[in-house]
């Protein structure tokens, strides 16, 4: 049974099967993708605070650049809603690149789908407060401007 058989005859909602496909291919990265990729229409639109992609082949090598960039990586889907073909996630990632400091995020993925795959996915997350956290000393000014615009 191929991977994308597999996530069509899984009885979990897509969200859950999303979730868990995401923790497996951040754990066992490269090997793990087709399975995670078998969930998303092939015309997938992706978007977060640093990219922007069409297509279900931009966004596979996109998450093979990520993947081969990370040193260490891990994700935790915390929180999963569905309803009427959305799906809201809450997650929180750490990341350290194979060069640099380690970063923790935490995010939230909206995911839009049509007959059982993803048709769209937007990530949003703290690029800024996460790269913040990494630099000692950083992230209390961050805290504090922050504070101070709002």
Known sequence: MSPSDT??????????RWSRALETLFREREPALP?????????IQFQDPLHRVSGVAAYAELNRRFLARARRLEISVEDVAEQ????????????APRIGPELTLEGVSHLRTRE???VHQR??????GGVASAV???SS????VLSRAT
């Open 7 to 16: 996530a069509t005859k899984d009885p979990a909602s897509l969200g859950q």
């Open 35 to 43: 399975a995670f990729l078998s969930l998303y229409d092939e015309h």
């Open 84 to 95: 009427d073909g959305l799906v809201f996630a809450s997650w929180r990632m750490c990341f």
């Open 116 to 118: 059982g795959r993803i």
């Open 123 to 128: 990530d949003h997350f703290d690029i800024a």
């Open 136 to 138: 000692p000393g950083l």
């Open 141 to 144: 000014l961050y805290r504090a």
